[in-house]
């Protein structure tokens, strides 16, 4: 079992940045590939952006790449996604997720955090 815990989220300008944090703790966190959603309200879940367990390869949104940046610190069971440039588009609840591989991060997931981008 993986716990996840976001947190970072908040209400920002057009234009401006934050940076989401994902705390992971139980099952060893290098093991997993990690990722992270969003779900804007009445819409559907999506997919943002992903790495790998050894944070060599990374994957994005095609409405995100080249604004958002995935990371993460095995050494502090810890995953980050650094938004900038952000859109009022970008509001929704984000959520960190965990998987096997990059391909499949659905396994466990954190419980939220709130992004507003105001215009």
């Known amino acids: 079992q993986v716990q996840l815990v976001e947190s970072g989220g908040g209400l920002v300008q057009t234009g401006g940045s934050l940076r989401l944090s994902c705390a992971a703790s139980g099952r060893t966190f290098s093991h997993y590939a990690m990722g992270w959603f969003r779900q804007a309200p009445g819409k559907e879940r999506e997919f943002v952006a992903a790495?790998?367990?050894?944070?060599?390869?990374?994957n994005y949104a095609g409405s995100v790449k080249g604004r958002f940046t995935v990371s993460r610190d095995n050494a502090k069971n810890t995953v980050y996604l650094e938004m900038n440039s952000l859109k009022p588009e970008d509001t929704a609840v984000y959520y960190c997720?965990?998987?096997?591989?990059?391909?499949?991060?659905?396994?466990?997931w954190g419980q939220g955090t709130q992004v507003t981008v105001s215009s």
């Open positions: 997720a965990a998987g096997p591989n990059i391909a499949t991060i659905s396994d466990y």
């Open positions: 790495i790998s367990w050894g944070g060599g390869t990374t």
